[in-house]
C-alpha cells in the first residue's frame, strides 16, 4: 500500500449541526465584496468552536474520503467555501454558505456587482480556522485530492505556486477537473473515467472519492507519478463504460406529481427515489429530489387535514 500524507475532499452541503446565528449566507447584508468578506470573516471570529471538521460533515462523497482516510491512517484536509482550508481536527461551528449561485445560500448573491471567486478564497483563506498547505504536506507520501470541477477551479492557483517536489507527491481524482489545472499539474490527474462505474458503481456527484478509493485499495506501492498514472490505464483497459441510461428531466411540479403518485403505495424517501429512477427512469439528483419529497409530503397532509375538516 502506498504511505499517504493526507487526504483532501471538499466540504458538504449538509451537516451534523445546523448553522450557528449568523453563520449563514442569507444573513448576510448586501454589499461590496470587500465588506461581505470583512463581515463573514468578523462572525468566523466570533462563532464558538464546534465538533471537529472531519465530523461535521456528512453525504457519501465525504463518508468514502475519509474511510481512505482511516484505513490509510492519514489526516483529513477540507477545503471549505466558507471557512479556507481546515484540517480535519480543528473545531468549527456549523455554518451554511456556498459558492454556488443557484442555491439560496450562495454568498455570490450577496455580493453587489461582480463577484470574484478567487478574491474571495484568498480571504477565508486567512480566517479563524484555516489552515495553509504546508500543513497537509508535513508527513512523508503522496496527498490524495478528491475535487469536483467547482473546487477544483478554486485552488488551482494554489496548487499552481506549490514547491515542484510537492506538486510530484498530489495525486488528484474527479471528472474533468484536467480543464481547471494548470499544464504542470495535468500528469497528477489520475486517468479515471466512466469505466469506473463497472467496478465501482456510484453517482457522480461521488465519482472523484470512489476513483481515489479505488486508487488506495488497488495500487501498488509505487511514488512515481507516470507508474501511478499507467497502472490506472491498465485498470481501467479492462473494463467498458457500462450503458448509460438516458432519464428524461422533469420540471419541479412535474417530479413533485410523480412523488405524489407514489406516496400512495410506497413510503420512505430512498424507496421513492429508487421507484423514479429504475421504474419511471426519471432524472433527479438527490438533492434536489429531498426538497421535493419534503414539498410533497406537505402537500399531501395538507389535502388531507382538508379532508377531515370537509367531513
Known sequence: MKLIAAVVVPCASKKRVPAANGLSASSLPIDAQALVEREWLNRLSDAQQGCPAEELYVGPTFRLARKVALDADAPVFVVSAGLGLVAGHTPIPGYDLTLDPRDKQSVAKKVRGRFDRAQWWSSVAGGPFATNWPEVFARDGLVLMALSQGYAQLISS??????????????????????????????????????????????????????????????????ATGADHAFVERLLAEHKAPTVVHRPRLDDEQLIKRISQHLRTTSGIQRILRRLRDEDRVACEQRRFTRLYHVAVERKARRGMMAERAA
Open 158 to 223: 494554489d496548487l499552481e505556486a506549490l514547491a515542484p517536489a510537492q506538486q510530484q507527491r498530489l495525486r488528484l481524482f474527479g471528472l474533468g477537473i484536467e480543464k481547471a489545472m494548470p499544464a504542470t499539474l495535468l500528469k497528477q490527474v489520475m486517468p479515471y473515467d466512466d469505466r469506473l462505474d463497472a467496478i465501482l458503481p456510484g453517482t457522480k456527484t461521488n465519482f472523484a472519492a470512489r476513483a481515489m478509493g479505488h486508487f488506495w485499495r488497488a495500487g501498488p506501492p509505487m511514488t
